[in-house]
């Protein structure tokens, strides 16, 4: 007795619980029978259970005062789990586990990590998150567990689930997507703020807003004022990848905000096409940082490769400052799962523990397949509800001799193929689809005798649980495992004929009026089977092809062209092998529309050798000139310059237009003086008022547009003569949608031929009138980027503050992008680079842009493009560090290749370069040396780089002259002064900083000090005020030496200072470096009689 009372004393010591002896001998009845729940009863029981082991009948004795206290906390804290008795819930007669769909198990470190990147989202920000893991492990429900946060904060969510089939349609799932943004925009947003996005919209997308709209139809229903747009502005143009990509980088930049903030989630990334992630950088890798997005996309670890193209765009993203989190989410830890069967049978988690010891065995802790299995035995009946304990009992030895792979697929399988034939019939069916079916495919089907009954069947599948109602009208899978299961019930050998019946029973359906929403899988389920028209005969076989042809229109009027590439490709190998003869005139339209989206795939090579082919089997001239239209458009971008204009000329004198071969001087200035008189009395009425020019005509101006383009780079000689041909046939024969670029070509020529100011005076007028018509009767988004390229690249320089042309440029390479016109929307990137960098803009940002064009136009082998933009860059890089490190960045790949480079134009253009390069690092020699040589070319079509050359000239003459007093070089500085007058009464803000500063050096090179104080005075505010901070530097660095050399050394002191912190904000460090040679040169003697060392 001494020992008990010695050994009860030790335990309480440790918290545990020792029962007294009479206790142990009394008898004791449950206390359900009394009324109270079954939990109260087994903890009772198990209170007095504990330290007995005689009387331990249930094996859950506590052990502990802990366990109690949990135990207790449980009853308290969820009650409707754990105190209160359940009503057995039935289903087939058979009692179900209650699990709690919406908890999230052993993820709270996750969760707390994506919700602390939406919170950074919903301050301003976008960030990408990547979630990998086994099916079945939670990747889903973890991001809907942010769903109500993000309701919260007043954002939206969108979210695509791609599957097996989606690679045969890459865009069109994730337009759809988007597309429905706009309607979750319009249900819960006001009408007064969606009149203010509506405006926003507007502002941001302009004449390109019709793009938009052909992109997102529910844009129409979300701003029902946008139909009062003119829709005139359609495209001809095929709007290719880069184009919705574009277009949608500013839709979302627009409805995303701090707050709305938008978090989209693309699930199953593994089975995605390479566009969607393409699509998806765009958007968070946005060059103005516009919108608050989060986006997250989850992916199968165990399908996806180290070299999967989704790893390469989580990199770019990081190295690009896109904050990017990569999540990977292993099976739940014991406890944790523990803690879900727990829950699911309403009983304490200590008593659950052999069971989920057995589970987690099974299972890996996998969550859906711990489903999946404590299902499977229940229906096994080794796990039961025992009414008369009121609680889950188990066979623990029955379940641990279950024969179960670490595959959920063996359970499924196993359920599945006790169903009904007609249920399993409804499950093979809508994997065939991918995982989710409409209502109106399964009606019809029901039709058909094949699958009679695939509607009852697919009642009886919801009722198991396998398949879930989506909206109003679709039936998806509830788990992508369950799609894999019911796909594998067809043999591999006949999947492609299940696939192939499935479409013939649903082909009739493609010839109704309204089949936009079923079409392609129509023709996706008869294309997997394809094979086996062959033995069809012809007739079907060319009814196969004009389906695939409709298919294809449908997903290139989606402007996904990736889509409408593979249906073109399948609809033209359908046709007989003497297809031309035969049938003509579908094989033009055919291969037409093959070449012109493998085009627009960013596939040049291809694209070129199907036109070549259609010019070869084409039979006149009219047949053909769609195909030699995008045929040059292909060469110039490609930097085949002169074969692209030989082509021109050669459709053209087949159209009988006469081009000569070659032009004095003399008969241009002649052609220009006739147009001038010709245009001098134009006005705005006029043009609004002329008559259309009939259609033969129109095509004939349309190739004389693209002509004068093309010369710009192969031949810029015969420019002004095309522009002015182009203001002929206009003001003879009516005006065409080519008449604006023509007449702004014409007043771009006007400007470079040294021309009077009177006469540029005029020229100016008339491309202001024609801008002005461009707005109101046109509005071609077709014409919209070759416009915007003449006018602001060529033109508004003598109008408009060159910031506010570069900012007009960088509209018109985007609206060029998301038109499909990728070749001028590059035209203006390049106009929109050069005219930055002579405007002074900030260099790190004018170098991301760069970067970013010069990936467009790596990407889309724009052989023009990349000799320039290189070109551009080289100096940037320069001017930022002498390329210490920034030249790294330059993409090998950009390096220029074809003829691009031995036309004029490029030969001004890297002369102007190498001459603006040596004069910032104060190379006067070498620079004069690039000058002279850029001046021999004339600048043709470069007006405003000829007037920054007599600039640079004017001023490293006065430098020269230090050395040598010539005449020829006292000439050349008298020169500059009075050209750059001459600018300056068109326009003060962009030249009048440049004539005082010339006048300046002309002053103090003459001895003229007060005036030549004055001038420098006068150059750096208008500089200032015209936002010029290098030629204020510039003007700060003249003027110091200027101090400098008449002994003014503290006012020296101070310039170069200026001048420093000008060229620190440009971000010029190649600069400051020199200035700070420059102070360390002398010493100031301060006033106080102190000296101080620079």
């Known amino acids: 007795q001494q020992q008990q009372q010695q050994q009860q004393q030790q335990q309480q010591q440790h918290g545990q619980i020792t029962p007294s002896s009479f206790i142990q001998d009394t008898p004791h009845s449950p206390l359900t029978e009394l009324g109270l729940p079954a939990s109260i009863s087994m903890l009772v029981q198990n209170l007095l259970e504990c330290g007995c082991d005689n009387a331990n009948l249930s094996g859950n004795a506590y052990n502990c005062l802990e366990t109690v206290s949990k135990d207790l906390h449980l009853l308290l804290l969820d009650p409707s789990c754990f105190l209160f008795d359940h009503e057995p819930t039935l289903e087939d007669g058979r009692i179900q586990l209650l699990f709690r769909k919406h908890k999230l198990y052993g993820r709270e470190n996750e969760v707390s990590l994506i919700t602390d990147a939406f919170c950074r989202v919903s301050s301003g920000k976008s960030e990408a998150l990547f979630i990998g893991g086994f099916s079945g492990v939670g990747k889903s429900k973890l991001v809907n567990s942010l769903n109500a946060q993000v309701y919260i904060c007043e954002g939206y969510v969108i979210t695509h689930k791609f599957d097996q089939m989606s690679k045969e349609?890459?865009?069109?799932?994730?337009?759809?997507?988007?597309?429905?943004?706009?309607?979750?925009?319009?249900?819960?947003?006001?009408?007064?703020?969606?009149?203010?996005?509506?405006?926003?919209?507007?502002?941001?997308?302009?004449?390109?807003?019709?793009?938009?709209?052909?992109?997102?139809?529910?844009?129409?229903?979300?701003?029902?004022?946008?139909?009062?747009?003119?829709?005139?502005?359609?495209?001809?143009?095929?709007?290719?990848l880069q184009s919705i990509c574009s277009t949608l980088q500013r839709f979302i930049g627009v409805v995303s905000n701090k707050s709305h903030p938008v978090m989209i989630f693309f699930d199953d990334l593994q089975w995605c096409h390479d566009s969607a992630l393409t699509l998806i950088e765009t958007i968070l890798f946005d060059i103005n940082r516009s919108g608050c997005l989060l986006f997250i996309g989850g992916y199968r670890s165990n399908q996806v490769g180290e070299d999967d193209s989704m790893f390469s765009l989580i990199d770019r993203l990081s190295s690009s400052g896109v904050p990017t989190t990569k999540l990977s989410l292993d099976g739940l830890n014991q406890q944790d799962l523990n803690a879900m069967v727990s829950d699911a049978m309403c009983t304490f988690p200590r008593v659950c523990e052999p069971l989920s010891a057995i589970v987690y065995q099974k299972t890996k802790g996998n969550p859906f397949f711990v489903i999946e299995f404590l299902k499977s035995i229940v229906d096994g009946s080794l796990l039961e509800y025992s009414v008369e304990q009121k609680r889950w009992v188990w066979d623990e030895d029955g379940i641990s001799s279950m024969d179960v792979t670490d595959n959920v697929l063996y359970l499924l399988s196993s359920k599945i193929s006790g169903l009904p034939e007609t249920a399993q019939l409804a499950l093979k069916v809508i994997a065939c689809f991918g995982g989710k079916i409409n209502q109106s495919v399964v009606g019809y089907l029901s039709t058909n005798p094949r699958y009679s009954d695939i509607q009852s069947g697919l009642e009886h599948v919801i009722v198991e649980g396998f398949v879930i109602k989506v909206g109003d009208s679709d039936f998806k899978f509830v788990h992508n495992k369950i799609r894999d299961v019911a796909y594998s019930l067809i043999p591999d050998s006949e999947k492609n004929q299940y696939h192939y019946n499935i479409g013939m029973s649903l082909y009739p359906m493609a010839k109704e009026t309204n089949t936009d929403t079923i079409i392609f899988s129509i023709a996706d389920q008869i294309n997997h089977g394809i094979e086996d028209s062959l033995a069809q005969g012809p007739k079907l076989r060319l009814d196969l092809a004009g389906l695939n042809e409709m298919a294809g229109i449908r997903a290139r009027d989606r402007s996904d062209y990736v889509t409408a590439r593979s249906y073109f490709n399948i609809a033209s190998s359908l046709l007989p092998t003497d297809h031309w003869k035969s049938h003509y005139e579908q094989s033009q339209r055919l291969f037409f529309l093959l070449g012109n989206a493998t085009y627009s795939c960013g596939d040049v090579k291809n694209a070129q050798d199907i036109l070549l082919a259609i010019l070869g089997d084409c039979h006149c001239i009219d047949d053909k000139l769609p195909a030699y239209f995008l045929l040059v458009t292909i060469l110039n971008a490609s930097g085949e310059n002169i074969d692209a204009y030989t082509t021109c000329r050669e459709v053209l004198s087949q159209l009988y237009e006469t081009i000569p071969h070659s032009l004095e001087p003399k008969q241009t200035t002649q052609m220009l003086t006739a147009t001038s008189k010709m245009t001098k009395s134009l006005s705005h009425t006029d043009l609004l008022e002329m008559k259309e020019m009939d259609k033969k005509l129109d095509t004939i101006f349309g190739f004389y547009n693209l002509m004068a383009t093309v010369a710009l780079f192969a031949k810029p000689e015969f420019f002004a003569f095309l522009a002015c041909r182009q203001v002929h046939l206009t003001m003879k024969h009516g005006i065409s949608k080519w008449s604006i670029l023509g007449f702004v070509q014409y007043a771009a020529a006007t400007i470079c031929s040294n021309k009077t100011s009177t006469d540029i005076q005029g020229a100016l007028r008339v491309a202001k009138v024609a801008m002005s018509c461009f707005k109101e009767r046109f509005h071609s988004a077709e014409q919209l980027a070759n416009v915007y390229f003449a006018y602001f690249g060529m033109v508004a320089f003598y109008m408009e503050p060159l910031q506010s042309a570069a900012e007009m440029l960088r509209q018109g390479f985007e609206m060029g992008m998301s038109t499909g016109c990728r070749s001028s929307a590059l035209l203006n990137g390049i106009q929109h680079i050069k005219l930055s960098l002579i405007g002074g803009e900030k260099l790190y940002a004018l170098l991301d842009k760069v970067d970013y064009y010069l990936e467009l136009a790596d990407l889309y082998e724009h052989e023009l493009g990349k000799t320039y933009l290189s070109t551009f860059r080289d100096t940037i890089s320069l001017l930022l560090d002498k390329g210490e490190s920034t030249s790294s960045k330059t993409n090998s790949n950009n390096a220029p290749t074809g003829n691009s480079t031995k036309s004029a134009t490029m030969s001004e253009t890297l002369y102007f370069h190498r001459a603006m390069q040596a004069f910032w690092l104060g190379h006067a020699e070498r620079c004069q040396y690039f000058v002279g040589k850029a001046l021999q070319l004339s600048f043709v079509t470069e007006r405003l780089s000829s007037i920054m050359i007599t600039f640079i000239h004017g001023l490293i003459s006065f430098q020269m002259l230090k050395r040598q007093d010539t005449t020829k070089l006292r000439t050349v500085s008298k020169n500059a002064i009075t050209s750059l007058k001459a600018a300056a009464l068109h326009s003060q803000w962009n030249f009048q900083n440049k004539v005082h500063l010339l006048e300046a050096e002309y002053f103090s090179f003459n001895g003229n000090h007060e005036k030549a104080n004055a001038s420098y005075a006068a150059a750096i505010t208008s500089a200032r005020s015209s936002k010029f901070v290098h030629e204020q530097g510039l003007a700060c660095e003249c003027a110091g030496f200027h101090h400098k050399k008449v002994g003014d050394r503290g006012i020296a002191w101070d310039f170069f200072n200026q001048a420093k912190q000008c060229y620190a904000e440009w971000g010029s460090q190649m600069k400051v470096a020199s200035i700070s040679r420059q102070l360390e040169t002398f010493q100031i003697t301060l006033t106080s009689g102190k000296v101080l060392s620079c």
């Open 169 to 240: 349609r890459p865009l069109l799932e994730v337009t759809s997507m988007f597309n429905d943004l706009c309607l979750l925009i319009k249900e819960k947003r006001t009408p007064q703020y969606l009149l203010a996005i509506y405006e926003e919209l507007m502002t941001v997308f302009d004449t390109d807003f019709s793009v938009l709209a052909r992109l997102l139809p529910n844009i129409d229903a979300v701003f029902p004022q946008s139909n009062n747009t003119n829709r005139k502005i359609y495209s001809e143009n095929e709007i290719d």
